[in-house]
T-cell receptor, first 115, second 110 residues
Framework: DAGVIQSPRHEVTEMGQEVTLRCKPISGHDYLFWYRQTMMRGLELLIYFNNNVPIDDSGMPEDRFSAKMPNASFSTLKIQPSEPRDSAVYFC?????????????FGPGTRLLVL | EDQVTQSPEALRLQEGESSSLNCSYTVSGLRGLFWYRQDPGKGPEFLFTLYSAGEEKEKERLKATLTKKESFLHITAPKPEDSATYLCAVPQGGSEKLVFGKGTKLTVNP
């Protein structure tokens, strides 16, 4: 398997622009997670899905952030409008079943810079 | 509030010099403690899960142990390829959300 695939790997945009991050989980995995990593706050869970349904989005910082999972093989994280403080590395991860009993497999991340 | 604190923030070792990394947590009813390794520019990679005090797990030069309040990641005779940031995480409260510590950046010099 190719592992979790994320695109783009790097994104540079200007404040106010819309940003869309994409993720393809490992085939057969029922759970998908979006994380954000910064030096100040470390790795934080933003939202996770089970069988394409959002389960917990309490980590989504603001209404500017939204995430969708239209099918089992694709998810998006959208930031609209983007702000400089959104600059971070965004990771997508997937697991076969519940995160407490199954390993989460992380993608390579998308490094976002908002100018 | 559930907290995960890792120490030290950074650790520099000579090849072959054994040491330990610490992960302390304040969460009621621990339902697992997870260790991950993260290489620069990559996503975290799973290492271990520990579920109960006294449990130990090993993988090559790494051994993870768990008590009621903390976990240790022991590194025996490290090699330069063990250089990475090591993260620990615990589930938050009654949820399935993992709360991560900020990590220990380990550097092993040849």
């Amino acid at each position: 398997d190719a592992g979790v695939i994320q695109s783009p790997r790097h994104e540079v945009t200007e404040m106010g622009q819309e940003v869309t991050l994409r993720c393809k989980p490992i085939s057969g995995h029922d759970y998908l997670f979006w994380y954000r990593q910064t030096m100040m706050r470390g790795l934080e869970l933003l939202i996770y899905f089970n069988n394409n349904v959002p389960i917990d989005d309490s980590g989504m910082p603001e209404d500017r952030f939204s995430a969708k999972m239209p099918n089992a093989s694709f998810s998006t994280l959208k930031i609209q409008p983007s702000e400089p403080r959104d600059s971070a590395v965004y990771f997508c991860a997937s697991s076969l079943s519940g995160p407490l009993r199954e390993t989460q497999y992380f993608g390579p991340g998308t490094r976002l810079l908002v100018l | 509030e559930d907290q995960v604190t890792q120490s030290p923030e950074a650790l520099r070792l000579q090849e072959g010099e054994s040491s330990s990394l610490n992960c302390s947590y304040t969460v009621s009813g621990l339902r697992g403690l997870f260790w991950y390794r993260q290489d620069p520019g990559k996503g975290p990679e799973f290492l271990f899960t520990l579920y109960s005090a006294g449990e130990e797990k090993e993988k090559e030069r790494l051994k993870a142990t768990l008590t009621k309040k903390e976990s240790f990641l022991h590194i025996t005779a490290p090699k330069p390829e063990d250089s990475a940031t090591y993260l620990c995480a615990v589930p938050q409260g009654g949820s399935e959300k993992l709360v991560f510590g900020k990590g220990t950046k380990l550097t092993v010099n040849p």
